[in-house]
């Protein structure tokens, strides 16, 4: 069975810093996504990133970077140049490609400090 | 295009009572998901559904049941309501394609059970 493991519960980071949080999996699979959430207090689900597990690229979205490391099955998220409204609760999720289920993390929550 | 709906926002039920969760998409997206998140928790996958007519248990399905009758709808029944099923419950959906993997994901009801 996937499990996705964040050991991090709580992260914080001044304003314009930048922060790394952490996650791990487990999978046989060798065709996969990863995904990034963030979940603000509005509770809305949003996309902050994916990566498919084929590329050996990291993904990047504007302030937004992975570091994905397929052999030791970490796939950490950089946030760079941190703002306010990047406070919310992050969840690393993983996708089998042939497969239906999505599974999440526990979360991290992030403050952001002004 | 509206995505994921769901209804009701909010719902207050007794013990014992039963009551049906609903969950639309407009994307005909062949997987879709119900998951539940505990206070300061992650989301912990109930059922899910990977076409109509299709439906497995994910990892905490006691207490609940699902259907899938169109490509569309995918209800999620609660009976017998236990305050232990007092939670935020999410709906999602994904293509199923082998293209991006990521999940759509409804606004969330929040369930209480008293």
């Known amino acids: 069975a996937q499990t996705v493991t964040q050991s991090q519960p709580e992260m914080s980071v001044q304003e314009a810093e930048t922060v790394t949080l952490s996650c791990t999996y487990d999978?046989?699979?060798?065709?996969?996504?990863l995904f990034w959430y963030k979940q603000p207090p509005s509770r809305q689900m949003i996309l902050v990133i994916r990566?498919?597990?084929?590329?050996?690229q990291n993904a990047t979205e504007n302030r937004f970077s992975v570091n994905f490391q397929k052999a030791a099955k970490s796939f950490s998220l950089k946030i760079s140049d941190s703002q306010l409204g990047d406070a919310a609760m992050y969840f690393c999720?993983?996708?089998?490609?042939?497969?239906?289920?999505?599974?999440f993390g526990d979360g991290t929550t992030l403050t952001v400090k002004p | 295009n509206a995505g994921v709906t769901q209804t009701p926002k909010f719902r207050i039920l007794k013990i014992g009572q039963s009551m049906t969760l609903q969950c639309t998409q407009d994307?005909?997206?062949?997987?879709m998901y119900w998951y539940r998140q505990d206070p300061g928790m992650g989301l912990k996958l109930i059922y899910y559904?990977?076409?109509?007519?299709?439906?497995d248990k994910g990892e905490v399905p006691n207490g609940y049941n699902v259907s899938r009758s169109t490509t569309e709808d995918f209800p999620l029944r609660l009976e017998l309501a236990a305050p232990s099923q007092t939670s935020v419950y999410f709906c999602?959906?994904?293509?199923?394609?082998?293209?991006?993997?990521?999940?759509?994901f409804g606004e969330g009801s929040r369930l209480t059970v008293l």
């Open positions: 990566q498919e597990a084929y590329k050996q």
């Open positions: 999720a993983y996708a089998a490609t042939n497969a239906g289920k999505s599974t």
């Open positions: 559904s990977v076409g109509a007519g299709i439906t």
């Open positions: 999978t046989s699979e060798s065709d996969y996504y």
């Open positions: 994307m005909n997206h062949n997987y």
């Open positions: 999602a959906s994904r293509t199923g394609l082998e293209n991006t993997g990521e999940l759509f």
